[in-house]
């Protein structure tokens, strides 16, 4: 299955500083492939454990001993390892990407660019799609899903657009979603403002900024002490908590500070932010938004 070329893949997995005999956890495992490249470092004693919730990605599942999948939200990522008898790791990689496999098959519903039902659930067992967003929340939960996930400033004239036209008759397809907002979408921008629009529709079916800060703060846990977290973000929403959460311990405001003005944060940042070359770019149109950044447990 054509799936998803990995951004950044040497880079990320770099950042993990690998120990052959070490456990790590790639928490987006999608086609697989930054969990190969940790694999070719590992050793015959190393583990990797992955996560997806995505029931396509079963398919890509990597038959090595070193090698366990497991199929749920890496939200719950204490729970499942605990289970397979795991309390500390030496690195967690994270790539919040859509993949591309997601993107190009139609009927998941996440591409702008083909007619499809309203779903873009990554977890095709959840009863929250982008069909109950759409049609069942009220105006004001709509404005801010737009406003937060997708930065839209028409978004409260959105919102009221969406609730009118759906008390007519239910949006259901991408088609009609495009029809109802269509005096937003300017031709020279059309594409520009659809990506924000699926992006916060996305987000909140997914649940994937409240899924992110779950896994953030179990990190500093699960970690043994000099062990890394590599994680590569593709908006500013999801960017600006791991910047904040690898400099403060925190997500917002500011840390506790002792009398000298000091403060104690779980992590430390390893190097600046990493950005794709302007040839895996050029390769890989998808990489361009993508920002890794690593941080090390103290």
Do not use: C, W
Request: net charge neutral.
């Amino acid at each position: 299955m054509d799936y998803h070329n990995p951004v950044l893949l040497k880079e990320t997995v770099d950042g993990l500083n690998i120990q052959e005999d070490g456990v790590y956890v790639d928490v987006t495992f999608g086609g697989g492939g930054h969990s190969k490249e940790i694999l070719k470092r590992l050793g015959t004693k190393g583990k990797l454990f992955a996560f997806d919730q995505d029931a396509d990605a079963l398919e890509n599942t990597i038959h090595d001993d070193r090698f366990t999948l497991i199929h749920e939200n890496f939200r719950y990522i204490k729970r499942f390892l605990r289970f397979y008898g795991v309390k500390e790791v030496d690195g967690i990689l994270a790539d919040f990407g859509v993949s591309s496999h997601q993107f190009d098959v139609a009927e998941r519903g996440f591409s702008t660019r083909f007619e499809a039902d309203l779903d873009m659930r990554m977890n095709q067992s959840s009863s929250l799609s982008a069909y109950h967003v759409v049609n069942e929340y009220d105006e004001e939960q709509l404005k801010n899903v737009l406003l937060q996930y997708g930065e839209l400033r028409a978004a409260p004239a959105m919102a009221s657009l969406i609730v009118a036209s759906r008390a007519v008759e239910p949006i259901k397809t991408s088609e009609q979603l495009k029809r109802v907002l269509k005096k937003f979408l300017p031709p020279k921008h059309e594409n520009k403002v659809l990506a924000q629009i699926y992006q916060a529709i996305r987000i909140e079916v997914n649940q994937e900024i409240e899924a992110l800060k779950e896994l953030l703060l179990q990190t500093p846990d699960l970690l043994k002490p000099g062990g890394r977290l590599s994680v590569i973000s593709y908006h500013s929403l999801e960017d600006r908590l791991v910047k904040r959460f690898i400099r403060n311990g925190l997500f917002e405001g500011e840390p506790e500070r002792d009398v000298f003005g000091h403060f104690e944060v779980p992590l430390k940042k390893v190097g600046g932010l990493i950005v794709p070359s302007k040839e895996e770019i050029k390769i890989n149109n998808r990489a361009r938004s993508a920002k890794l950044r690593v941080a090390e447990k103290l």
